[in-house]
């Protein structure tokens, strides 16, 4: 398999080249050449570990000789625990696809213990270093951390937006004392992260001359371990409820979640449709529902991992509904750079006949179903979960199962809990242990110039 842009101007790369580069040398997304159809492998696939489904999935994409691919599948899941990695629970009616097993209790630990294995194993063949930056709105950066945290040859940068994500979500990444790890805090909003993100990998002198890489949803092997799930899980569920196709609801901020759910619909996944869920922070929400993908204001909320306006993985959604044509994609976004604004038909939005839709659910609507459903089923939703489970509730169909994605342990946001249910419910013992440790953080403008000598500051010494 090799890997194209979606912005049609770098030549085709390796798996391995594709995972180092993360953004396209011309701006745009890496994407592979092609998606295969494994509607034929279903039939064997649906009784795999989730390990040899991993395999079977990603061998697909990858270059890796087989057995060092299993080997990294099988290294990078010691760490949860669960021996399901994803298990399914049953919430009255509702399948809750549970991704916070992993070490920092977030779906984000899916994608990055394997990111971080392969980075080591990639480096360690070709003798070099490599410098990691991320820009997280919460979860990203420490999973990314725990997952490069200590290894050999390599540095992890990772930006935040300063006051604006849960206290826990902090002391995850700044508690971390190893050497190779490194904290920025940003007086600004996440977008503002992910743009100066962006602009340092626009910058390919910069980008060559320091290693580096990235470890955001914009790096396609965040995009493969995550399409693994939805095989699971839709496995899991059409064998217990009888079904021969199921739905998924998925709390959405950057698209990256989502677009895994895209990619397994167009490889043969028996789904009927895709619901993508947003706080107020809706602009994705809006886009599938009038055409309209317009820029505003980042709201705060309870949900921090999803108040994000511009969604990095939008881009490669847009590839395929333009059907490719990656001189009209360019012109689009060169154009919504400037004024904020883009427009498309809001009437196309499917793939293999399978729907996709989309809603909102605010504040009041999140805390009311975490209250709910701790109440009625004795089980806790974080509030992004509940986001999810709030727009799903809107959305089911009496005899299509329905999953929801639970995106993180809801110990993570303590303080949205005890609001909805009047309770200090949330609790973990890998959260209590964060406590009293020291933490490391600095704290920059939100200015990629700053950004960039703070990195040059750091590997030079």
């Not at 108040?307 to 490719?324: K, M, P, T």
């Not at 793939?351 to 089980?379: N, P």
């Amino acid at each position: 398999m090799k890997y194209i842009s979606t912005r049609g101007e770098i030549n085709p790369v390796s798996f391995r080249d594709a995972v180092m580069m993360g953004l396209a040398r011309d701006g745009g997304l890496i994407i592979p050449e092609s998606i295969p159809d494994v509607s034929v492998n279903l039939a064997e696939w649906k009784s795999l570990s989730y390990t040899d489904l991993a395999f079977e999935v990603m061998r697909l994409y990858s270059d890796l000789p087989e057995q060092h691919l299993k080997d990294l599948i099988l290294r990078s899941y010691q760490a949860f625990d669960n021996p399901e990695i994803t298990p399914v629970s049953s919430v009255d009616g509702i399948y809750v696809l549970e991704l916070f097993h992993g070490p920092t209790l977030a779906f984000k630990d899916v994608a990055l213990q394997f990111l971080g294995n392969m980075f080591e194993y990639i480096i360690r063949e070709s003798g070099s270093e490599l410098n990691i930056l991320g820009a997280t709105s919460g979860d990203t950066g420490s999973a990314a951390i725990h997952g490069v945290r200590g290894k050999h040859s390599m540095r992890i940068f990772v930006m935040y937006p300063h006051n604006r994500i849960s206290r826990t979500q902090e002391r995850q990444m700044t508690s971390v004392m190893d050497d190779n790890v490194f904290n920025i805090a940003i007086d600004g909003t996440f977008d503002d992260c992910q743009g100066i993100l962006k602009a340092i990998f626009t910058d390919l002198g910069f980008k060559d001359r320091y290693s580096m890489t990235s470890v955001n949803s914009i790096n396609w092997a965040r995009i493969l371990a995550q399409i693994v799930y939805y095989f699971y899980a839709a496995f899991r569920v059409m064998d217990k409820a009888g079904a021969k196709r199921v739905s998924f609801t998925v709390p959405t901020g950057n698209f990256g979640d989502i677009f895994a759910g895209y990619v397994a619909v167009k490889m043969g996944l028996p789904v009927k449709s895709l619901i993508l869920a947003t706080n107020e922070n809706d602009i994705l929400s809006r886009f599938f529902n009038s055409g309209e993908y317009s820029r505003g204001r980042v709201v705060e909320t309870l949900s921090p991992s999803m108040d994000i306006q511009v969604a990095s993985n939008f881009e490669r959604y847009l590839y395929y509904r333009l059907d490719g044509n990656t001189s009209l994609l360019k012109e689009i976004m060169t154009k919504f750079a400037g004024t904020g604004i883009m427009r498309l038909d809001p009437g196309t939005n499917s793939i293999k006949d399978v729907s996709i839709q989309a809603g909102s659910a605010d504040r009041k609507e999140m805390l009311s179903t975490i209250k709910e459903f701790y109440e009625k089923y004795s089980y806790l939703l974080d509030p992004h979960t509940a986001v999810g489970v709030s727009v799903s509730l809107k959305h089911i169909v009496k005899d299509e199962p329905m999953i929801c994605l639970a995106t993180a342990h809801p110990a993570k946001f303590g303080e949205a809990i005890k609001q909805a249910t009047g309770r200090d419910l949330a609790r973990h013992p890998a959260i209590d242990a964060l406590e009293n440790l020291p933490l490391r953080r600095d704290i920059l403008p939100a200015s990629v110039t700053e950004v960039r000598k703070y990195i040059e500051q750091k590997v030079s010494k």
